[in-house]
């Protein structure tokens, strides 16, 4: 589900599609959404309004939908039906460029098939904004610089990213959609190779982005309580429909834990988490 900048260097004009003018801010709109992986449907007409610069979880079991939304709202999942709007506009409309300026991607699973030491990839993020003949320019330098730092991973500069623990590809990973400057910010799962610090220092970080940049977020994650902790409107997902859509009162009501997850509502709780009453 890698739209990241560094899809965008073939131009990625095709035929009908539309490079509109960049907007400061991204609305999400999904309607009638459905979506299918090898043969398979597994979204089955989601409705879904995501405001600009709201901080939204995607949450659920394994298997509910997740990632292929994801993928459809960066227009990667080939068997899909139903309208995905991003600023108003189909996604299906946007060149890979104009999709490059308005979305970046955090993607699960890191994919580094040569050496790349870690400034250079974190300076992927600058492409769709790099002169086509000049390249990285000052500006493009001192972003990728704000990146690395404000996810505090000036440490790695210099080293060969693939030699990286999986944690820390994931950092350099969030560091180069940063670098990007895209109003919509999509995760899926940048959580998962992190230790528990980390993973409280990256979740504050996207809540510094959203609340102070007006970043939009969109994140997929596992952990409920961290979700409910850090995100003020949970989605659930179920079996590819919505099965709850709102704060962490109404996303975790018992009745949602009990069966969405199957399991006890106290599990969602930690210290800060007070589970919903029973």
């Known amino acids: 589900m890698n739209v990241t900048a560094g899809a965008v260097r073939d131009g990625g004009r095709a035929h009908g599609r539309v490079d509109p003018p960049d907007a400061g801010s991204l609305g999400i709109e999904l309607r009638g959404l459905r979506a299918s992986y090898h043969g398979r449907e597994v ?7 995501v405001r600009s610069g709201e901080r939204l979880a995607l949450i659920g079991p394994n298997g509910a939908g997740k990632s292929t939304l994801l993928r459809c709202l960066t227009g990667m999942a080939s068997e899909r039906h139903g309208e995905v709007l991003l600023g108003g506009v189909p ?9 490059a300026r308005r979305v970046a991607v955090v993607p699960q699973q890191p994919n580094l098939p040569f050496a790349t030491r870690v400034e250079q990839l974190v300076a992927l993020g600058r492409i769709p904004h790099e002169h086509p003949l000049l390249g990285l320019r000052d500006a493009d330098r001192l972003a990728v610089g704000r990146a690395i730092d404000r ?28 670098a990007q400057q ?12 992190l230790d528990l610090r980390h993973q409280a220092a990256a979740l504050e970080l996207l809540a510094e982005l959203n609340e102070r940049d007006g970043v939009t977020v969109v994140a997929v994650l596992h952990d409920v309580a961290l979700a409910a902790h850090f995100f003020p409107r949970l989605v659930v997902l179920d079996g590819g429909r919505i099965a709850a859509d709102g704060g962490r009162d109404v996303a ?11 399991v006890d509502p106290a599990l969602v709780a930690r210290p800060g988490i007070v589970a919903p009453p029973d």
């Open 151 to 178: 996810v505090r991973i000036g440490g790695l500069v210099g080293r060969d990213a693939r030699e990286l623990s999986l944690g820390e590809r994931q950092l350099v990973l969030l560091a180069m959609a940063i």
């Open 252 to 262: 975790l009501a018992p009745d949602v834990v009990r069966r969405v997850f199957g």
């Open 182 to 193: 895209a109003p919509c910010l999509l995760l899926d799962e940048p959580t998962v190779h």
């Open 91 to 99: 996604v299906e409309r946007l060149s890979r460029e104009a999709l």
């Open 43 to 49: 979204l089955h007409g989601i409705d879904l309004s």
